[in-house]
């Protein structure tokens, strides 16, 4: 999947669309099949375009205006007929495709340019901690919502000094395997600074549990119905990858002294393979990195210069992922001074495994 956005590099508006679709690797030439297209889009996080469900892999799923406000559909790639509309736009869902969860992503992207949607003004602008402004689960068959909870909620449950005055915002929600528990990023920004942890829940917004409250988690994933990988930072350990059990206080390094920078972190399907980048360092490169988590051998496997002008809102990070199978990454770079889709053949790369 993959969308065709405007080569311009310029902050998202709202009268800018792009093409939904995607590419056709049983093809030698390897196809763009347009499906669709939007203007609820953004440069970090698109329009959430994703498979639905994700077994399926006829039908995909992308937020779209729906009647002057934000909503999603679901489109069938064969027809390309729209064969559901949603009220409110989708973050993500449920692996089994049941459900879904939603948030605001106007005053996202008010509180962080280039992760929302500028379309529609924040109705909670003002509202420094909002009561009625939170997360939605939606039910995916039937339309229906629930509101789980507030950002008022949220900052009641063991908050820090530096929450007292800021502005609060969530973001970065992702269901576990199983689709028992999600995680989210409860954010604040005070004076200028921004900071924010892990909070993780089940799916009816309830058991609620701080995961990382320290002021600082970056990127993530999880590992296992109940493990969660994040680099953040601890008094007692530093900023490195940390794994973590759910609902506890236990916690290990990954990594160390190998992977220590932030960078968009993923396993490997089938093996022990930990993929992740890394920002552009001072000669402008950006390092595609797997650690063999069995012998902690850390591999660079490529390395993609980004230019000066893709940086802030408009960066291009590598974001690298993999197939369902493990075969193939597929990575995001404007080494060519354009944003391209690069997919990566792991069977080149016996030595990691």
Same mark, same amino acid.
Request: charged share 25%.
């Given at each position: 999947?993959?969308?065709?956005?405007?080569?311009?590099?310029?902050?998202? #508006?709202?009268?800018?669309?792009?093409?939904?679709? &995607?590419?056709?690797?049983?093809?030698?030439?390897?196809?763009?099949?347009?499906?669709?297209?939007?203007? !609820?889009?953004?440069?970090?996080?698109?329009?959430? +375009?994703?498979?639905?469900?994700?077994?399926?892999?006829?039908?995909?799923?992308?937020?779209?205006?729906?009647?002057?406000?934000?909503?999603?559909?679901?489109?069938?790639?064969?027809?390309?007929?729209?064969?559901? !509309?949603?009220?409110?736009?989708?973050?993500?869902?449920?692996?089994?495709? #049941?459900?879904?969860?939603?948030?605001?992503?106007?005053?996202?992207?008010?509180?962080?340019? /280039?992760?929302?949607?500028? #379309?529609? %003004?924040?109705?909670? @602008?003002?509202?420094?901690?909002?009561?009625?402004?939170?997360?939605?689960?939606?039910?995916?068959?039937?339309?229906? @919502?629930?509101?789980?909870?507030?950002?008022?909620?949220?900052?009641?449950? @063991?908050? *820090?000094?530096?929450? !007292?005055?800021? @502005?609060?915002? &969530?973001?970065?929600?992702?269901? #576990?395997?199983?689709? !028992?528990? &999600?995680?989210?990023?409860?954010?604040?920004?005070?004076?200028?600074?921004?900071?924010?942890?892990?909070?993780?829940?089940?799916?009816? /917004?309830?058991? *609620?549990?701080?995961?990382?409250?320290?002021?600082?988690?970056?990127?993530?994933?999880?590992?296992?119905?109940?493990?969660?990988?994040? =680099?953040?930072?601890?008094?007692?350990?530093?900023?490195?990858?940390?794994?973590?059990?759910?609902?506890?206080?236990?916690?290990?390094?990954?990594?160390?002294? +190998? $992977?220590?920078?932030?960078?968009?972190?993923? =396993?490997?399907?089938?093996?022990?393979?930990?993929?992740?980048?890394?920002?552009?360092?001072?000669?402008?490169?950006?390092? $595609?990195?797997?650690?063999?988590?069995?012998?902690?051998?850390? =591999?660079?496997?490529?390395?993609?210069?980004? %230019?000066?002008? &893709?940086?802030?809102?408009?960066?291009?990070? +590598?974001?690298?992922?993999?197939? %369902?199978?493990?075969?193939?990454?597929?990575?995001?770079?404007?080494?060519?001074?354009?944003?391209?889709?690069?997919?990566?053949?792991?069977?080149?790369?016996?030595?990691?495994?």
């Amino acid at each position: 999947m993959a969308i065709h956005a405007p080569l311009e590099n310029n902050p998202q #508006n709202k009268e800018t669309s792009v093409i939904c679709g &995607f590419y056709d690797l049983n093809n030698s030439d390897h196809p763009f099949i347009a499906i669709g297209e939007t203007t !609820t889009w953004c440069w970090q996080q698109g329009c959430r +375009l994703q498979w639905y469900p994700h077994n399926n892999n006829r039908k995909i799923l992308y937020n779209k205006m729906t009647d002057g406000q934000y909503g999603c559909v679901i489109q069938d790639i064969d027809t390309k007929k729209i064969t559901r !509309t949603y009220k409110r736009p989708v973050y993500i869902v449920a692996n089994d495709g #049941n459900c879904g969860l939603s948030l605001n992503f106007s005053r996202l992207q008010r509180l962080r340019p /280039g992760y929302g949607y500028a #379309n529609l %003004p924040d109705k909670y @602008e003002g509202q420094v901690v909002p009561e009625d402004d939170g997360i939605w689960r939606i039910n995916m068959k039937t339309g229906e @919502e629930r509101f789980l909870f507030s950002i008022a909620d949220i900052k009641k449950i @063991e908050p *820090l000094k530096n929450m !007292t005055g800021a @502005e609060h915002y &969530f973001n970065h929600l992702l269901f #576990n395997p199983d689709d !028992t528990r &999600f995680m989210f990023f409860h954010l604040w920004i005070k004076d200028g600074k921004r900071y924010n942890r892990l909070m993780t829940c089940d799916i009816d /917004g309830k058991d *609620l549990y701080p995961l990382i409250n320290e002021g600082h988690v970056s990127h993530y994933c999880w590992k296992s119905n109940n493990e969660l990988l994040a =680099f953040s930072t601890h008094r007692d350990t530093g900023m490195n990858y940390h794994l973590y059990k759910d609902k506890s206080s236990s916690r290990e390094i990954v990594g160390k002294g +190998l $992977l220590t920078e932030d960078g968009h972190p993923s =396993f490997s399907p089938y093996d022990s393979l930990l993929l992740t980048d890394t920002y552009p360092d001072k000669y402008r490169n950006q390092h $595609l990195l797997i650690l063999n988590l069995k012998d902690n051998k850390l =591999f660079q496997i490529g390395s993609f210069h980004s %230019p000066l002008s &893709f940086k802030g809102e408009v960066r291009c990070d +590598l974001h690298p992922r993999w197939s %369902p199978s493990g075969r193939y990454i597929c990575i995001d770079s404007a080494c060519d001074g354009k944003r391209v889709m690069h997919v990566l053949d792991m069977s080149y790369f016996r030595s990691i495994k």
